[in-house]
């Protein structure tokens, strides 16, 4: 079962077990892992950190350590790619409200799962969307 999808930084966070990860955010990651639930990635998620290396604001071998978690079988987190329906929950979310395009496209994301958004940005967790954090 799909428990939540996580936007970028939530997952960098939680890659490198950085304090800026809330305890509530980890814990509730722990528990889909103990409970055999995923965690979902939107493909846009891999994208942005791409974005991020090049940009100096990530370590660059986040990309390959986020790459071999996804390959492994059985693998807490599972990339979503965003496709038609992912399009059509894009047009649910105000843009006023979430007005950058990768935040929309993870939030997209999580409403057309029907999961909540594991999320720090302040716009996003202000907005009708449910959101852990």
């Given at each position: 079962m799909l428990a939540g999808v996580a936007d970028t930084h939530t997952l960098i966070w939680y890659l490198y077990a950085d304090p800026r990860l809330s305890p509530t955010a980890k814990r509730f990651i722990e528990a889909a892992a103990a409970d055999g639930d995923q965690?979902?990635?939107?493909?846009?998620?891999?994208?942005?950190?791409?974005?991020?290396?090049?940009?100096g604001r990530i370590a660059s071998e986040s990309?390959?350590?986020l790459?071999?978690?996804l390959e492994k079988p059985g693998s807490l987190f599972i990339e979503i790619v965003p496709d038609l329906r992912v399009a059509r929950a894009l047009s649910r979310i105000d843009p006023m409200?979430?007005?950058?395009?990768?935040?929309?496209i993870i939030a997209a994301t999580a409403l057309h799962m029907q999961a909540p958004i594991i999320s720090k940005d302040g716009k996003i967790r202000l907005s009708s969307l449910a959101t852990i954090w």
């Open positions: 965690i979902g990635l939107s493909s846009i998620t891999l994208i942005e950190m791409v974005y991020l290396i090049e940009k990309f390959s350590r790459a071999a978690v409200a979430v007005p950058d395009m990768p935040d929309r």
